[in-house]
């Protein structure tokens, strides 16, 4: 059993994480962050207490340590921790066993009592909103603290912020730990206190909040490069059409979630040509980090399943497979974390909370769009286990996840909603309404149904980090040089010296393209077959793209029409002299009006 603390001069007796973990700079037992949040809670004495705090950066050490004092102290008897999902339960009491705390995490409320060996338990918020009842009759006995895991899960259904609610309102102290930006709902979530801001719209309020800026700066976690890929996507629409479209050009929010879909697509020549970058940039970070992991996330288990067979090919060995519904979901996480395999592929099932340090390299596969899970995703590649590791995540140039990815450094609070300012104001619900309906991720489900991929292919886009954006002009091939400009960033260095990398990088390669500028063909015929069909390509689509901006019509509907006008195949496969007639057709129309 771990020494408690002195009552009268309380001191953590955790490490910074578990186990031998702590990122380089840290202090022997506590991190500064961890340490003035203590100091704070210990001030203040409050019965509920907000920590947000960026995933890595130590929030499962921060609780124990608080419970440990708590318990010391005898200020509590019992300490209940509620989670997002069963993996986490265990995770959490293998982490109390450690610091002396033994938790069971197999309770059920339909047990009613556990083993007098324990302090306490470790529960899922659906598994409070099963029996609520019985969870508080079970907090009403004994002076409990109640730690409560990622709170904003507490809104992901109405019944489980009310379950508990119900279950954990008798507690003598209540800690309530985040990492990822708050819901997008304007759902409360159970004691969390909310004050209105300047604009008189309330918000969240946490006790104590250290963001992910300054984690990096402390060396607590990791800086992330996202590696955005672009390329042209093809595919068929429920009236027969067939749309091709670029990754990251301007198209409405059905054509963005089908082109997503078309990347994503393993039959397509976009995953593959990202799983092999990928995997390159593994190699290379392996070389300063040998057991180095990446995390492919999939959108279901198909797809998943597809993406491990191309990961075979490409790496030689074959990734872990990990889907939500399997019994051994947890022990193949556990097992991956601990060994020096590769890869692992994932159906949403690493989420927030899943504690494998060595993952540096992550590739995003799925539909999945939201700001809250992109920060959970993230969150796995962020922990430093010593100074200089770098994280790359793989990303679809996708404008709302370039958004996301250059804004990870953003502290964000939950927002409840709008608030009316004045009679005139008296819209204000409605407006919050259509606001949150035009905000919309998802493809409507006709369009999805209706929706069929027929081809794909990739080129790097840019680099996003720390707010800037790095790259070289023009289109940059999979597997030229130029890219590899960026894959072969090493995987050992301060965040400081990868921006100045990225930077330079950036400016030599821009040297030597304009020293080149004069050997190179001026004209479209002196470039090679290659290069000349993705030239055209590249300008039938922005003829097309001007031509929606100017006249509303569909990106769709104007290839289609092209096609019966001028003859040939979808413009993915169409020949140099067909490509050529659709621009000529395009600046045609443009005439025409124009006159």
Known sequence: MTERPDPINPSPVLTPAWPDRAAWGTAPLLRAWQQAAMDKYAATSPRDFLTVATPGAGKTTLALSVAAELLGRRLIDRIT???????????????????????????????????KDFVGIAVTYAGVAVNPLAMRIRTERFKTLVILDEIHHAGDAMSWGEGVREAFQPATRRLALTGTPFRSDINPIPFVTYAPGDDGIPRSVADFTYGYAHALADHVVRPVLFMAYSGEMTWRTRAGDEVLARLGEPLTKDMHAQALRTALDPLGSWMPAVLEAADTRLSEVRRHMPDAGGLVIASDQDSARAYAALLRKISGEAPVVVVSDEKAASKKIGQ??????????????????????????????TTTGTQLF??????????????????????????????????????????????????????AA?????????????????????????????SFDRVLYDGGEFGHSGEVRVGSEEEMDFLGIPGLLEPEQVRELLHSRTSERAKRQKAAAAREPDTVAELTTHEQLAVLRRELNGLVAAWHHRTGQAHGITHATLRKECGGPAAAVASAEQLHARINRVREWAMRQTS
């Open 81 to 115: 921790v509620v989670a997002p999902t069963e993996h986490l339960k265990t995770q959490w009491a293998e982490a109390a066993a450690r610091a002396g705390i033994p938790l069971d995490p197999t309770y059920s409320a339909g047990s009613g009592k556990t083993s």
């Open 336 to 365: 991956f974390g601990d060994s020096d395999k590769r890869w692992m592929v994932a159906v949403r099932m690493v989420s927030e909370g899943v504690d494998v340090p060595r993952l540096a390299v992550g590739v995003w596969a």
């Open 430 to 458: 409605e407006n919050d309404l259509l606001a949150q309906a035009n905000a919309g991720e998802s493809a409507s489900s006709e369009l999805e149904m209706s929706f069929e991929a027929l081809g794909s292919t990739a």
């Open 374 to 427: 992109f920060a959970q995703a993230v969150g796995r590649f962020v922990r430093a286990r010593g100074r200089g590791e770098t994280a790359s995540v793989f990303l679809p140039s996708v404008p709302h996840l370039l958004g996301f990815a250059s804004e990870m450094e953003v502290e964000r609070d939950h927002v409840l909603g709008r608030a009316v300012g004045s009679e005139d104001d008296i819209f």
